[in-house]
């Protein structure tokens, strides 16, 4: 069993795992994590961890599909991968 000093410790290290996946995935995606309700809570089956899952999975398609162009054009100037930028 544990008790409410290690709970506590435990919920302070989850939320701050799912805050560094958020961070990293803006970076990334230009979405929070997909899985950070659920990092947080614990609970996989709640209906607001879904439909943030959902949304996140939406926003991600409309940025991938439509918007990212730009950034991908300046990761791939940063990497060396093209000589120019088309502006």
């Known amino acids: ?3 409410k000093a290690h709970t506590e ?7 701050m795992w ?7 995935s803006m970076v990334y995606a230009g979405t929070g994590a997909t899985t950070s309700s ?4 614990g609970d996989k089956s709640s209906f607001t ?10 926003t991600r398609f409309y940025i991938n599909n ?8 300046i990761i791939d100037f940063i990497l060396g991968n093209v000589c120019f930028l088309l502006l």
């Open 18 to 24: 799912a805050n560094n996946g958020d961070a990293v």
């Open 38 to 41: 659920v990092t947080r809570k």
């Open 66 to 73: 439509f918007q990212d162009d730009y950034t991908q054009e």
């Open 9 to 15: 410790e435990i919920t302070k290290f989850r939320i």
């Open 1 to 3: 069993m544990l008790d």
């Open 49 to 58: 961890s879904a439909l943030d899952h959902g949304l996140k999975t939406i």
